[in-house]
């Protein structure tokens, strides 16, 4: 079980970061990621937002993954997102340059899909390979 919870969450951010042909299928209908922005949909429409969002601040996205850690309904999800900034955020003009991000994500399964998540990063840090 603990490897198909793995599973489970390298495929979510292969739809996340693909065409979401199939997010439906690893996601619950009211998944609910607490770090997106308040008011964000819940389920499948909620992940569309947020990554559409982010493709129009970053292109060429990636991710780089450190390792992933399951116990019981759990998985943490040690990455690195790299993409090239190329669209305006938070009066931070693009530069084209290229930006590395490491993150942890937490994700809770239920029923055999993904129910909710965390995620941790250093926006601080962002933001100034952003403004670099």
Known sequence: ???TNKALVRRY??????????IE??????????????GSPLGPAG??????FLGGIFSDMRLEFDSLLAEGDRVDCHFTL????????AGIEP?????????????RVEDGKLAEAWELFDSGNLLQQMRA
Do not use: W
Request: hydrophobic letters at 45%.
């Open 1 to 3: 079980m603990l490897e």
């Open 13 to 22: 951010y292969a739809e996340a970061m693909g065409d979401f042909a199939n």
């Open 25 to 38: 299928q690893v996601l619950s209908a009211t998944f609910v990621d607490h770090h997106f922005s308040p």
């Open 47 to 52: 992940v569309r937002q947020h990554f559409q």
């Open 82 to 89: 790299v993409a090239k900034h190329t669209g305006g955020f």
């Open 95 to 107: 530069k084209g340059n290229i930006i590395r991000c490491p993150a942890i994500s937490t994700f």
